[in-house]
């Protein structure tokens, strides 16, 4: 990890630091190598990433549930390393909720002040208080099997905030759940976050999930971080292959660099047409590349732009407010354009050619990914 991967909001001052933390367990590769990250006091943050990428590891070891093998994490400036999970003041939600069905809501929310020792009458405020952020006022006497698993899931990060903790940690919260309810409680942490001002790190393999809740995001792949920052950032100016494909839809032209000048670069690609891109990841002249195109960059019948193609419509996807088309370009599989309906201009039919361009500033060269 660079020195700017790890740079944090200005002005911030770090309060969890992972110092390169590895984890591996018995003959199995790591599966955390080398994680240098800074998380601010305030922050969201996700880690965001495939299943086996590390990002859950990572959250467990924060949690004290995992040991690194290697490294250390510090909060607030001192090695947790040590310290037991009760006793890092950190509230840890599970996409399971894992509330005790024998207890009512409120003694299950109760229950972490409990374990502390907070006196009954100081514990029922903050239990009617952490339900009534949550949405959740009146339910306490209700068992977790009278809930529905949006409300339970309520439940479960009701008790995780009750005892004011520096860090809350969410592990998948919300997978069990449908879309929408999932979208209805995506905005419901977002605003606890922005009113309470707590931490949180959340974990999360759904690209749209994270570019909504997080205020920086660090991608996994393979138990390293492969890039940390803003959701637009991430987005709109990925600094690796594998970052570009998996947040979001992304088209892929692999092919070697013909000629740079350290800003901008030329690619033969391997349909044996020339392309400008921006260099993104240096590769020198001779090198192999793979540049990234977002389809709503590109536009139909390109002009002056940068860069013109021509390919021929194969598929045609209506999504309302758009159609998302499926182009036959040469050596290239796949390649996307999204097709505002906002003129009402038909689309193309299948076996049309459709003349494309978009700017060299909206085309990315990467590293080389392998072929597919």
Known sequence: MTAAAR????????????????????????????LDLDIARGEFVTFLGPSGSGKTTSLMMLAGFETPTEGDILVGGRSVRRVPPHRRNIGV?????????????GE?????????????????????????LVRLAGYGRRRPAELSGGQ????????ALVFDPDIVLMD?????????????????????????GVTIVYVTHDQSEALTLSDRIAVFRDGRVEQVGSPSEIYERPTRAFVARFIGESNRLDGTVTATDGRYCTVRTVGGFDVRALVAAPVPVG?????????????????AADNRVTATV????????????RLALAGTAGFVVKLANADGEPPPAPGT????????DDCRSLDPLPAE
């Open 93 to 105: 939600v599970f996409q399971h909720y894992a509330l005790f069905p024998h207890m009512t809501v």
């Open 353 to 360: 050619p459709l003349t494309l361009g978009w700017s060299a």
């Open 152 to 159: 339970q899931q309520r439940v479960a990060l009701a008790r």
């Open 314 to 325: 194969e598929e045609l996807i209506y999504h309302g407010d758009h159609v998302r088309a």
């Open 172 to 196: 998948e919260p919300l997978g069990a759940l449908d879309k929408q309810l999932r979208e209805q409680l995506q905005l419901e942490i977002k605003h606890i976050h922005d009113g309470l």
């Open 287 to 303: 090198g192999a590349t793979t540049l990234s195109i977002r389809p709503e960059r590109i536009r139909r019948d390109g002009g």
């Open 7 to 34: 740079a944090l909001p200005s002005e911030a001052t770090a309060l969890v630091s992972f110092v390169g933390v590895s984890k591996r367990y018995s003959g199995e590769t790591a599966a955390v190598s080398g």
């Open 108 to 132: 299950n929310v109760a229950f972490p002040l409990q374990v502390r020792g907070v006196a009954r009458d100081a514990a029922t405020r903050r239990v009617d208080r952490a339900l009534e």
